[in-house]
């Protein structure tokens, strides 16, 4: 893993991404900086003086293989951290810390990936997908990603097409508080009847869990209590959801 470095990059647009989501792309191109799918940042904003609200930790969303851009997707917030990046101009300079943490794929793992998202917590599995189809991969994964509406799911049709492309990745996305008529996909929270549904054995599984802590603690003490071990899967609590 590389030792993370400060740099400056150039904020150059954001988009929005859900109801309450926008990614913010980064200018790359400067930045000699590797990273691994599913590592995290930080953004330190130094036009903000206090040290509590001018720094905050974000999943990578772009992938490795997005050479020219860096990309976060953040929810919006009303902290003043978020209220000075939401109104950032393009073409300001901020200060990125990375590569962070080691919520990345386990490739001395024979079984399937099943990677578990609630919400916003999708952010790094985009950027391990998009790495998996670009690279031409063979591993069997199953991603089953939660959102409460379909106004706030993220990177649907962008998952999707990576899901035809690529027979070993499977996308299933759940809605588990509001869902149009015609919605043909999984209803309700991740349980073990659900995620049962897509592998014969929950035991026999390496598992990803990325969300907020209640999503989190959620599906791992499921886990836990039907036999699963601690060593079969890695966790990304977004601390602050
Ligand atoms: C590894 C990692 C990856 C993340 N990736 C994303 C991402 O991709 N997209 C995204 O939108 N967010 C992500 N987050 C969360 C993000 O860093 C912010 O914490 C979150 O967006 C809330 O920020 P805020 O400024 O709106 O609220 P804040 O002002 O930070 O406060 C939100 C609430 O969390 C509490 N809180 C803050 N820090 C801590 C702490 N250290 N321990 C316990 N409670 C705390 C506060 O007291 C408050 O109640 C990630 C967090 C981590 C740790």
């Given at each position: ?10 904020f ?36 903000i ?108 049709d ?10 070993k ?73």
């Amino acid at each position: 893993m590389n030792t993370p470095k400060t740099y400056e990059a150039i904020f150059l647009k954001k988009e929005k991404a859900s109801e309450d989501v926008w990614t913010f792309y980064f200018d790359r191109t400067q930045i000699v900086e590797k990273f691994l799918p599913g590592q995290h940042l930080k953004v330190k904003l130094p036009f903000i003086d206090d040290v509590a609200e001018n720094n905050r930790l974000f999943s990578i969303s772009s992938s490795p293989l997005e050479t020219d851009i860096l990309a976060i997707s953040v929810k919006e917030g009303i902290s003043t951290f978020k209220k000075e990046l939401f109104k950032m101009e393009n073409d300001t300079t901020v200060k990125l810390e990375f590569p962070l943490g080691s919520f990345t794929f386990d490739l001395s793992k024979p079984t399937t990936s099943l990677l578990l998202s609630g919400g916003v917590g999708i952010t790094p599995f985009f950027s391990m997908l998009k790495t998996v189809e670009n690279e031409r991969l063979e591993y069997d994964i199953i991603l089953l990603a939660s959102f409460s509406t379909p106004e706030k799911m993220l990177f649907y049709d962008e998952l999707k097409a990576i899901e035809k492309k690529n027979e070993k990745i499977k996308v299933i996305y759940t809605l588990s508080q509001r869902f149009a008529k015609n919605w043909s996909e999984e209803t309700g929270r991740i349980d073990e009847k659900m995620i049962l549904k897509y592998v014969p054995d929950l035991k026999a599984n390496y598992y990803y869990i990325s969300g907020g802590i209640e999503f989190i603690s959620g599906i791992a003490d499921m886990l836990l209590s039907k036999g699963v071990t601690k060593d079969q899967g890695k966790i990304e609590q977004f601390i602050g959801l």
